[in-house]
């Protein structure tokens, strides 16, 4: 995450919570709103073992 209170995490280790207020606020534009709303998906559909092979390059 590049900025605010969650700076320097992987989007995939933002919580729950943090990215549901995205979703009711609005995802930024951009890249980075993209990839927001796919981890927010992901989440939300109990996906985040899909991401657990990039995790590890990390």
Do not use: H, Q
Not at 4 to 31: A, N
Not at 38 to 44: A, P, R, T
């Amino acid at each position: 995450m590049p900025f605010g209170k969650y700076k320097g995490w992987l989007l995939i280790d933002l919580p729950e919570t943090y990215l549901c207020w995205f979703s009711r606020k609005g995802f930024p534009d951009g890249s980075l709103g993209s990839m927001l709303k796919s981890v927010y998906e992901i989440k939300l559909n109990g996906l985040e073992e899909l991401l657990a092979p990039i995790r590890k390059t990390f």
